[in-house]
């Protein structure tokens, strides 16, 4: 009596009752699924073998080149007026102390860089978000301008409350914008080098914490 057997599965023709045999025997770089079809009170077990290695990421990172460097560059840039002006805003307490708000404890004056501060570093979530969902564009773009908005403003401030208002709410949230979207674009274009681009990127607020007091010390005087 002949069977005619699949040549594409392997398969057992069993009662349903009994459940066939199967191999259980893998080796590290393969693994065994099966997968029951149960027709007209027979099982056919067919036998998959998976490779069970991750696969590589698709995505193309240039590594290098023309305008990944732009990126690097631009992130710099970006990075000196959001972290540059944290790393300096000490010089604008001592002045706010001396002028604006000389009626003021110093207690009363810290919580205006406390506030930017924080929002700079705790919005990042949000705006890392943002940031995959929509890319960075229109983030660094409106963050830029909010920014810029800003530092005029905080030139009519007079009052402790004007003054935590303009460049302790809408600087921290705009310094959380064009930070976080500045390192986050970085990190799109580099992946074997992304800790030396992003640690170029980096150097902005230091170059901002080093440059930016003594322009203020140059220009408060003025």
Known sequence: ???????????????????????????NSEALTAEHVI????????VHAHDNEQN????????????????VAGAF???IPA???????????????????????????GWIPSLYTYLTLALDICVGTL?????????????????????????ECTELWQLLLCCGLIGGICAAMIGTTGLGAVAHWFKARRGLASGVAM???SFGGLVLPVVLEETHDR
């Open 131 to 155: 940031f995959d969902r929509y890319g960075p564009r229109w983030i660094l773009l409106s963050g830029s301008v909010m920014y810029v908005a800003m530092v005029f403003l905080l030139a």
């Open 77 to 79: 840039l970006s990075l």
């Open 56 to 71: 590589e990421d698709d995505d193309d990172f240039p590594e290098g080149g023309l305008r990944a460097w732009l990126v």
């Open 83 to 109: 972290f540059g002006f944290m790393t300096s805003i000490g010089t604008f307490q001592a002045y706010w102390s001396l002028h604006q708000l000389s009626q003021h404890s110093g207690s009363d004056i």
């Open 1 to 27: 009596m002949s069977h005619s057997q699949d040549t594409t599965s392997v398969a057992a023709i069993v009662s349903p009752t009994t459940p066939p045999d199967l191999d259980t025997s893998s080796t």
């Open 39 to 46: 027709k007209s009170g027979q099982i056919e077990v067919t």
């Open 203 to 205: 150097a902005g607020s």
